[in-house]
């Protein structure tokens, strides 16, 4: 059955020298780096070697629209973009109702652009997931008559998504809106992952998306299923047709019928697709063969079969016998038995092929079959043409190109605008809380309690101040938090600064210094001296200061207040802090 | 199931989910004592516990336990019914 978030995650600290190494960027709207741990170590059960350049934080526009971004330096063979509905729905919200009746066409449109940019720059191919569906029961049921309503649109999402993979030959989709039909809602999203750590997939579901974008990769890599096997008695029909005869054996309508009935619907729907259908059977073959001569409600008949092995040989030397005659390997074939010693033997005797644990009763074949996605492919060759080309003219209809040759130009386009305080009542339970948390941007981790912090704010030694970061995007929020201590009447000391990490790469750091700088002079100060100490995780501040302009000093950095230089940055200030200070 | 019981099983439960056999819980033991109990390991944790107890948690006790203890105390209460 399915791994288990766990026992992937214990796979990272494996060997995986000997694999195949495949590099794939991950792109994520929301936290994404347990769908980093959960792929790599998919990977690791079915020999992929999958080398990962993770985003930070919801940074998608960032890093495709700029040229110069980690993505195209990192230059994968795969990228994954991960978006979210909770996100979406968010964005849905905050048109007026014209905007949101063309929501679904602006998202698709942004998409269309993020892959007409990676393939202008890069082989990659693109992997999209279908948005899983939120009903936010705004409508009801109307929502259905309502084109504005987020059901509708995000439908039409998910069916443009489909669209613009069948139009683009390097993007393909990761049905998640599949998966959650499969698994249900209560699996796919644990609201506590959601709100306590911005992840909107559970535990349970990680291995799920990593073995779906990984049967995509493999598909596309050129290793897929060719070939299905069957058992006959109680796999292909219910019953033993050696004992019950052919008027005994149930399909169709006779006893549980239904369920064979079903598979080999489906097992014709797969030959039609182009899948080799055989059968392996301990029968004799002439009483084997009847059902598939002479019987009524059979679905399957001799012309479907590609090889027709029944008798009283092992089944691992029948199924060595098929993959003689088809002249294909082991791993692209697939078994269905419901004897689980059959199973145990067939296993063991040919580790390469497939062989599923049919759940015990056969009721359950059909969805615990469509679950494991045995049939993945990257190419299907019956497409429309004409009917491609007219999606493709309606895509580019009123299309907002918006595509960034350097970073400046996109983050100047951002319009960012952060409302800079001294610690209040509202911010107080935030600033401790991401003392608390942060690992990453974080100078010094020093840890506070809300009450350390309303100490702080109330001692006159100590100057604290958040940061948000808007843009016209949407509101981040409060994202930053510095602490300065006055040393001596000369000396401010950085005791804290701290960004969450969904805003790196904004130019907020130079914002932030010119804040610290600003209140600096207005309160004669004429050293500014940053302390970075180095944890296991906060690796990505080491050349903080000296980045900034701060030089050496002991250990420490120093900034000489009198000589700085405003430095370049994007973010305006919503208000003017130091005023008040200074008059 | 007693206390002690408790804190033996979410014991196992650490060492399987933070994969360190070397983890000896105490009801004093704080995030800071355990290698690696991170917000988003501690995130795995409860629903590792939650999963094992047959329970579920409030966001509320998922962010107010001070140490191993309180949050044994939890389980213990909710079993209790």
């Known amino acids: 059955m399915m791994l288990s978030f766990n026992h992937l995650k214990k796979n990272l600290k494996k060997d995986f020298s000997s694999f195949k190494k495949i590099k794939i960027a991950i792109l994520s709207d929301s936290a994404s780096q347990l769908l980093n741990n959960a792929l790599r170590g998919y990977g690791y059960e079915v020999g992929l070697d999958l080398d990962i350049y993770e985003a930070d934080y919801n940074q998608i526009d960032l890093q495709v629209f700029d040229p110069t971004s980690e993505l195209y330096a990192f230059a994968p063979e795969y990228i994954y973009i991960d978006r979210s509905t909770q996100k979406l729905l968010k964005e849905h919200y905050k048109h007026d109702t014209p905007g949101q009746a063309a929501f679904a066409d602006e998202v698709l449109k942004k998409t269309k652009n993020y892959c007409d940019t990676i393939a202008a720059r890069l082989k990659a191919k693109i992997i999209l997931n279908t948005y899983p569906e939120i009903n936010d029961s705004v409508f009801g049921n109307y929502a259905a008559k309502t084109p504005s309503s987020f059901v509708y649109q995000l439908r039409k999402a998910n069916l443009g998504l489909m669209e613009l993979a069948q139009r683009e030959k390097n993007v393909f989709i990761s049905d998640l809106a599949g998966i959650q039909a499969q698994v249900g809602q209560r699996t796919v999203f644990d609201p506590k992952m959601y709100v306590n750590a911005d992840m909107v997939y559970s535990l349970d579901l990680l291995p799920l998306i990593a073995k779906n974008v990984t049967d995509i990769i493999l598909s596309i890599a050129g290793s897929f299923k060719k070939c299905l096997i069957l058992d006959l008695d109680n796999t292909t029909w219910g019953g033993i047709i050696g004992d019950d005869g052919m008027e005994g054996i149930q399909i169709g309508y006779f006893g549980a019928g239904k369920i064979y009935t079903e598979l080999q619907l489906w097992a014709k729907q797969l030959k039609k697709r182009g899948i080799i259908l055989c059968v392996c059977s301990k029968n004799t073959e002439e009483i084997a063969r009847e059902p598939f001569e002479k019987h009524p409600d059979m679905v399957l008949r001799m012309d479907d079969i590609a090889v027709f092995v029944a008798n009283w040989e092992t089944k691992v030397d029948n199924i060595r016998h098929i993959k003689n005659i088809l002249n294909i390997g082991f791993d692209s074939m697939v078994f269905l038995d419901d004897n689980p010693f059959e199973r145990e033997i067939v296993r063991t005797a040919i580790p390469d092929i497939t062989v599923p644990e049919l759940p015990e009763d056969p009721a359950e074949y059909q969805s615990y079959l469509r679950q494991l996605n045995l049939f993945e492919t990257a190419s299907f060759t019956e497409e429309d043409e004409q009917r491609t080309r007219q999606y493709q003219e309606e895509a580019q209809r009123n299309v907002l190109q918006q595509s960034f040759e350097n970073e400046a130009d996109f983050l100047a386009s951002l319009d960012m605008r952060s409302a800079v305080k001294e610690f209040d009542t509202f911010s107080i339970p935030r600033v401790s809380q991401l003392t608390q948390r942060s690992n990453q941007f974080n100078l010094r981790t020093i840890r506070y309690t809300e009450e350390d912090i309303k100490n702080i704010s109330s001692d006159d030694s100590f100057m604290g101040v958040s940061l948000t970061l808007e843009d016209r995007f949407g509101d981040h929020g409060l994202i930053a938090l510095i602490i300065l201590k006055k040393q001596d009447a000369t000396t401010l000391f950085i005791d804290t600064w701290i960004m969450s990490c969904r805003v790196l790469k904004r130019g907020m750091e130079n914002f932030t210094l010119n804040t610290i700088a600003d209140y600096a002079a207005a309160n004669g100060f004429t050293k500014v001296i940053g302390e970075y100490i180095p944890t296991k995780k906060n690796g990505i501040v080491k050349d903080h200061y000296a980045s900034l302009g701060f030089l050496p000093a002991d250990g420490l950095w120093q900034l000489d207040v009198a000589e700085y230089k405003k430095r370049d940055t994007f973010v305006t200030a919503k208000n003017e802090l130091w005023t008040s200070t200074t008059s | ?81």
């Open chain 2, 1 to 81: 199931m007693d206390f002690n019981n408790i804190i033996k099983q979410v014991n196992d439960i650490f060492i399987d989910v933070l994969d360190n056999e070397d983890i000896k819980l105490t009801p004093e033991t704080t995030a800071a004592d355990v290698e690696d109990w991170d917000s988003l390991n501690h995130i795995q944790l409860v629903v590792a516990i939650e999963k094992h107890f047959k329970m579920r948690f409030t966001t509320a006790e998922i962010n107010g336990w001070k140490n191993v203890g309180e949050m044994c105390v939890a389980i213990e209460n909710r079993l209790k019914g």
